[in-house]
């Protein structure tokens, strides 16, 4: 790529590459994440604080990441043991990482089958009237039912935004319209803290090898 660009940017370019690096090395400086994007002319932009949705995550911000990663615990009367089977099966059918649905459910419902969100989601993966009929569920209280749909919904998600799991989060909270209308995760605070949050479940779940 490097070869591609104008020979003007090379200083600037290089400018660019020490403030960058600066920022990797130096931990009093390293308190945000940092983005990037290709521009038309192939010049590699970086930032810490995007105001285009053009740029995306390059790189997170260990701190901030570490103090995202919330704990894997549950209320005395939660037993995600419960629905492993149920996640293991409806994960293999559809083809789609049992972490990440657990971490769905998890951000969702914490492991209550009996959810019932202010907008009328229900039930362990907090599915809508609408989209529930549409993924045929016949009961949304039922755990099986439930994550089965809701599975079955992310793995059209995935699909949809070419195994892109950010956007398929992103799009399972806000919306399918909305992530396509800001062509990425919509500049909403609500979804991109739940993104960050089923993120961080999803690695914590990998690593626990629960």
């Known amino acids: 790529m490097l070869s591609r660009l104008p020979s003007y940017v090379s200083c ?15 931990p009093c400086c390293a308190r945000a994440d940092i983005y990037r994007y290709v521009d038309e002319d192939d010049i590699v932009h970086f930032t810490d604080a995007p105001t285009d949705k053009r740029f995306i995550v390059f790189m997170r911000d260990l701190k901030k990441d570490k103090e995202l990663r919330t704990k894997l615990k549950y209320a005395s009367t ?52 609408d989209t529930a009929k549409s993924l045929k569920v016949a009961d949304r209280f039922n755990p099986k039912d439930n994550v089965e749909g809701g599975v079955k919904y992310l793995r059209f998600l995935l699909d ?8 398929a989060v992103a799009a399972y909270n806000a919306g ?9 995760i919509p500049p909403y605070t609500e979804t991109r803290t739940y993104v960050n949050r ?13």
């Open 160 to 167: 949809t935004f070419r195994g892109d799991v950010s956007l």
């Open 176 to 184: 399918l319209s909305k992530v396509a209308k800001y062509g990425g």
């Open 78 to 129: 939660v037993n995600p043991a419960e629905y492993e089977q149920i996640i293991k099966s409806c994960s293999a059918k559809y083809g789609v990482n049992p972490s990440l649905v657990k971490a769905v459910i998890h951000a969702e419902s914490g492991y209550n089958p009996n959810a019932v969100s202010s907008k009328g989601a229900s039930g362990l993966m907090q599915l809508m009237p």
């Open 12 to 26: 600037a370019m290089l400018c660019l590459a020490v403030v960058f690096l600066s920022l990797l090395i130096a």
């Open 198 to 210: 089923v993120l961080s479940y999803m690695k914590s779940y990998q690593e626990s090898g629960i």
